[in-house]
């Protein structure tokens, strides 16, 4: 009966949320109302689970509902719904669970057939900054955009624009580089950057746009397919010191030890300077063009034609390489690349293009009024926080305004913000303004309880969803109402399980026994030919040694100990000492040396303690199971329970 106990609670209840509007109350517990439908559902969900006949009827099943619901009741009672682990556990799941009622699928697909299509292109440009942030001054905004403006203006009617990087660009080292970016193709560079160089056309020059970097005009150069996926090795040897001589100088050793046939992968591990790639015998992760940040490597690794095929020492702003390529990969559909381009969406900042649509959605379904907080929040968060040192300061009284309120229903102040920043200050990267990090922080809160509010209203309104997480959380409790009261508590009374053993001994008895060491292998021949050796006095571990020959495993010696009875013995099994005949077990032959034979006798504990324990937990949680009927009034209403008998399927 109570291993059932434990089906139940994993295939609990799918319509406990329908159940909860239901007014025919089948019993109360503690006063607490339990509804008929609620029954019902999980009556007829389980019924062809259930073993046990006696249970399958109304009178039978109720039982085991009961205790389902004695042991949520009595987790609740325990405090463990509180637990950490539990809630982690519990909002790990509701977050996956919820995702499928709140993410914007349509908007996720849609980015990920994008970046599919961009990424069967690489695109070569040239580019200039104008750095500006977005908390900085409607001035400094200005200032930044007139001069990004002006270059392209400047751009538009021919200059060269290598010349108009070195003149206007405020990237580091753009001069020297002439603002050249190589290629690249999705996922490459920050999204907005990405979508305005695959909007403009080759030999353009692109529209102004705005990253967290700044004001940003392109040059697009060229565009060409993307390159097929390969798999390469290389042995790296750094310069050290600034001497290129020395470094050169080893590459060309190895090198020539490979063209004399030395093993590519011990010269790796045992030379190459690129560590990780180095244990790995110098293997890489597979790649495309524009994807390494090394053209030159690139360059030589796709001029490799053959598998196998070796390059000659390339010097890279790494070191100086011999590569080997490994495999090369056919282009994959989208099918094939859509979960890996989801989870870079999920993990790139084209999540916040997601974040955005799904935060719309709520907003819209549900009414959210903002107030204008800047002013007052930057006046009570001190300029500490900048340095990650701010210490909350609680508002008192009137200072502690409303900072938006969702749904009529749900109210949220100064402080529950402030809380928040002060816990998560730590995380502040980089060097952003106050103004900026009050503003991040801001966003965040708001995603934060704006899903946390459509998560609550979507068990409260949707009951297919509603009856889902009650499962799981129903689930996770009892689970841990058993680990405490029942599993762990049998397995640490020792005292306890040797007394039940006491109790039970007679029924755990050995049969007669035979002990030894068995020889296996799939050649009949093979293990006769063993047989003779250890009739002629032979170990079996020389027999092993002599007949395992070139490397080739015929033979297997392991330790037994087999029961009479045993389904993998013949019938006609002798138990005596010494070598058994040749007996087949599937498509192996097996051969016994009987070393020695064991009468029929009792089991000890420690030889059972498996078998005990899990019936030591039957009876602990027998007696727990009363105790909780002792604590917990149920009261079933003998009248609904008629009515409950005729709508369920027979």
Not at 135 to 146: C, I, V
Not at 151 to 160: I, N, P, S, V
Not at 459 to 468: H, L
């Amino acid at each position: 009966m109570k291993k059932n106990v434990i089906l139940l609670v994993l295939l609990a209840t799918i319509f406990g949320a329908q159940a909860q509007k239901n007014k025919d109350v089948l019993m109360t517990i503690n006063g607490k109302p339990v509804y008929s439908q609620e029954f019902i559902n999980v009556y007829n969900k389980n019924l062809d689970l259930v073993k046990d006949e006696s249970q399958k009827s109304v009178d039978g099943y109720l039982d085991l509902f009961i205790d389902y619901k004695l042991k949520v009741a009595e987790a609740y009672a325990q405090g463990l719904h509180k637990e950490t682990n539990y809630k982690l556990e519990f909002e790990k799941y509701r977050d996956q669970l919820s995702r499928n009622y709140i993410y914007d699928t349509k908007v996720t697909e849609d980015l990920a057939i994008e970046a599919y299509n961009r990424s069967k292109e690489e695109i070569d440009a040239d580019h200039i900054l104008v750095r500006v942030g977005y908390d900085d001054s409607p001035q400094d905004t200005l200032a930044a955009y007139n001069k990004i403006s002006e270059a392209r203006t400047k751009a538009l009617a021919g200059q060269d624009f290598k010349k108009l990087v070195a003149e206007y660009s405020e990237e580091p080292g753009a001069a020297k580089r002439g603002g050249a970016l190589g290629y690249f193709t999705a996922f490459s560079m920050v999204y907005p950057f990405e979508s305005m160089a695959y909007k403009t056309p080759e030999g353009e020059i692109s529209e102004i746009v705005r990253t967290s970097f700044g004001y940003h005009i392109l040059k697009i150069n060229d565009r060409r397919p993307s390159s097929d996926p390969i798999l390469v090795s290389h042995i790296m040897i750094a310069v050290k010191d600034g001497n290129d001589d020395d470094a050169k100088k080893r590459i060309n050793e190895i090198y020539q030890l490979l063209q004399q046939g030395n093993d590519f992968e011990s010269l790796a591990k045992e030379f190459s300077d690129d560590k990780s790639s180095g244990v790995k015998g110098g293997r890489l992760k597979q790649f495309k063009r524009g994807q390494l940040r090394s053209s030159e490597f690139e360059n030589a690794a796709y001029e490799l034609k053959n598998i196998g095929e070796i390059s000659k020492p390339i010097k890279t702003n790494f070191g100086w390489h011999v590569i080997r390529l490994e495999e090369r990969f056919a282009p994959q559909t989208y099918e094939e690349q859509k979960e890996e381009l989801m989870k870079k969406i999920e993990r790139g900042d084209r999540s916040k293009v997601v974040e955005s649509s799904v935060n719309k959605k709520i907003k819209e379904k549900y009414s959210v009024v903002q107030t204008d907080y800047m002013n007052d929040l930057k006046n009570h968060i001190s300029d500490s926080i900048l340095k990650k040192k701010w210490e909350l300061d609680t508002l008192l009284g009137a200072r502690n305004k409303v900072l938006f309120t969702i749904g009529g229903d749900k109210t949220y102040y100064y402080n529950d913000f402030l809380n928040y920043a002060a816990r998560r200050q730590m995380a502040i990267k980089g060097k952003e303004s106050k103004e900026q990090i009050i503003k991040n922080f801001y966003d965040r809160f708001e995603t934060q309880e704006l899903s946390e509010y459509f998560k609550q209203k979507l068990e409260e309104e949707n009951p297919e969803y509603a009856a889902v997480i009650t499962e799981y959380r129903d689930g996770l409790l009892i689970f841990d109402v058993m680990q405490k009261n029942v599993w762990e508590k049998a397995a640490n009374d020792s005292i306890g399980s040797r007394k039940y053993f006491n109790i039970v001994a007679s029924n755990y008895q050995w049969k007669e026994r035979v002990k030894g060491v068995e020889i296996s292998g799939n050649d009949k021949a093979v293990v006769s030919q063993a047989k003779q050796m250890l009739e002629d006095g032979e170990t079996p571990e020389k027999v092993k040694e002599v007949l395992n020959k070139g490397g080739k495993v015929n033979l297997l010696i392991t330790e037994r100990q087999y029961e009479k009875g045993d389904t993998m013995l013949p019938a006609d099994f002798k138990f005596e000492n010494g070598l058994s005949d040749i007996f087949q077990v599937g498509n192996s032959y097996r051969l016994l040396k009987v070393e020695e034979v064991l009468p029929a006798g009792q089991q000890t504990f420690e030889e059972v303690k498996g078998k005990v324990l899990s019936g030591y937990q039957t009876v602990v949680e027998k007696e727990w199971m009363d105790s909780l009927r002792d604590k917990y009034e149920v009261k079933v209403n003998k009248k609904q329970l008629k009515k409950v008998k005729k709508q369920v399927k027979n």
